[in-house]
Structures are given as C-alpha cells and as structure tokens.
C-alpha cells in the first residue's frame, strides 16, 4: 500500500531556507525514482525536483541552482534542501513517484511552505 507522508514546511522570509522530507513506503521507494512537486493557488501541481534510485537529479528552471534533492535508501526518505527561498516559491509541497503519479492517484497531505516577510 502506497503512503506518503511530507513535513517540514513552515512560514520564512525571502532568502531564507527550508528542508522538507518525505517519508515513503518501501514498495514506492525502492521501486520509482521520486519527486517533489508543488501547487500554488489557482495553479497546476508541478513537478520541481526528481531523484533516480542511483542519485541522477533533475530540477525545474524555476528553482535549479537553489532547490537540491536528495534520497536516503536506508530509510525511505526524499528530501528537498530549499535554499535563496523567493515569495513565488509559496505552495503546498508533496512528494510522489512520477512514474505512477497521476492528478487523480494517490497524494500525501503535502507540507505548506509560505515565503513572505
């Protein structure tokens, strides 16, 4: 059974940082390379950052040289280290494998990130 549970968001000023983790079951995990996504209001969900079961990341324009994801194997976790933080940044955060994602499937409650001063 799939589960997916995101933390760590939170309130912080422009330029600050923020770490989110997700907490994956160990089907998913070991299965899918995994993803953070975000949705802002009154916008789509986006994919912003994606990890490989080996490591190999990718990232949206939108947050590349700022955004780093990381996995650890051990414990079935997905991080995204959110550095130089920027208002358009606000959104409600989750992780999914983007292989199987789909709009309607399965979601975790995703982590409320807020950056505003």
């Known amino acids: 059974q799939v589960q997916l549970v995101e933390s760590g968001g939170g309130l912080v000023q422009p330029g600050g940082s923020l770490r989110l983790s997700c907490a994956a079951s160990?089907?998913?995990?070991?299965?899918?390379?995994m993803g953070w996504y975000r949705q802002a209001p009154g916008k789509e969900r986006e994919l912003v950052a994606a990890?490989?079961?080996?490591?190999?990341?990718n990232y949206a324009d939108s947050v590349k040289g700022r955004f780093t994801i990381s996995r650890d194997n051990a414990k079935n976790t997905v991080y995204l280290q959110m550095n130089s933080l920027k208002p358009e940044d606000t959104a409600v955060y989750y992780c999914?494998?983007?292989?199987?994602?789909?709009?309607?499937?399965?979601w975790g409650q995703g982590t409320q990130v807020t950056v505003s001063s």
């Open positions: 999914n494998a983007p292989r199987i994602a789909t709009p309607k499937g399965y």
């Open positions: 160990g089907s998913i995990f070991s299965s899918y390379a």
């Open positions: 990890i490989t079961r080996g490591g190999s990341t």
